[in-house]
């Protein structure tokens, strides 16, 4: 049995990250299917998700890591053909990826103590995101 | 129910791309299946998939990010031991990950608009591939 | 038809790896199902999994590339939150990422020739680790 859902995120520029572990759940919850894998998935090509520690600490270090690999001060050929801005954006959402499959049994989140489900908008101005949510179990 | 389905793809050396979202999409159409996942897989060490905006300029920045971390132009063990000269190609595969993981509904990808997805061929000598695509749905 | 099961593994610390392919591939040929997915999964924010050619080359290779974009000697905001010295070990763990989908085909990983699946403890001390590993199929 499959079930596909969606849910809005009104996200701000440059690395805003969410915590949607709870949209998550509770969509696992309501499917009535006991056991199986959830599919988030973020149709976009400037965010992206994973999993973190979801602390100020821990989201701060991981932007210093992108801010070093992929700097938002230098010259993109994305830039120079389209101007938006956003050339390491599109990059660094390439490098996390677009999609994060869960196990869930006993329609729970198989998810570790300290283990968070993060979406991180790299775009430069704020957007209102889709993010689907597809559930697969019995 | 569950398609497993392959495609080749001719692949140059260093850094080729490939977008195949079209052969993925009609393998989901050709299915028969309404809604599901699905994964697609390079069963590689030095290949990955991720989605992109499939334009020259992101391409090209995209590239630009492994040239700077994982350069081909310094020594790797790996290559030391196996002399095939594709350290880098290894470590830039690992890091992406081989396997991607998209929802559809009513026969379509549920990717953005802006979102293809992009096979990387990081080795260093062209090859013939294989890609697989596996349907799970209903 | 879905099984969700379980195994442990004893980790040291500091990227300390393991080719868990074998594992994987008997909870499959186990599982009594033919043709399906299987995800593995990591429950845990400083440990990753993804495919290497598992060979002591490449995965000092790739440990280098962690060693220079996330050295564990600067300072880590999480760190000075927590004082449990594993900064680096979250934001590597985020970006390699906590899942693994792999196809399977009449009972068989379609995993390549060279290709393994690696767990990664980023993490500082040993440590008891669960993965988890569930099969989707029929």
Request: charge should be negative.
């Amino acid at each position: 049995m499959v079930l596909t859902r969606t849910f809005e995120l009104h996200t701000n520029a440059n690395y805003d990250t969410h915590d949607i572990t709870e949209q998550v759940a509770q969509h696992v919850r309501e499917s009535g299917l006991q056991n199986g894998i959830v599919t988030v998935f973020t149709p976009s090509s400037t965010s992206a998700l994973t999993t973190i520690e979801y602390e100020p600490g821990a989201i701060s270090d991981f932007e210093r890591l992108f801010d070093e690999i992929a700097t938002p001060d230098r010259e993109y050929r994305h830039n120079l053909r389209w101007n938006d801005g956003n050339g390491h954006s599109h990059i660094r959402a390439s490098l996390v990826g677009p999609s994060l499959t869960i196990p869930f049994a006993e329609k729970e989140l198989l998810l570790g103590e300290w283990q968070q489900i993060m979406y991180i908008d790299f775009d430069v101005r704020p957007r209102t995101r889709r993010v689907i949510v597809q559930i697969l179990g019995e």
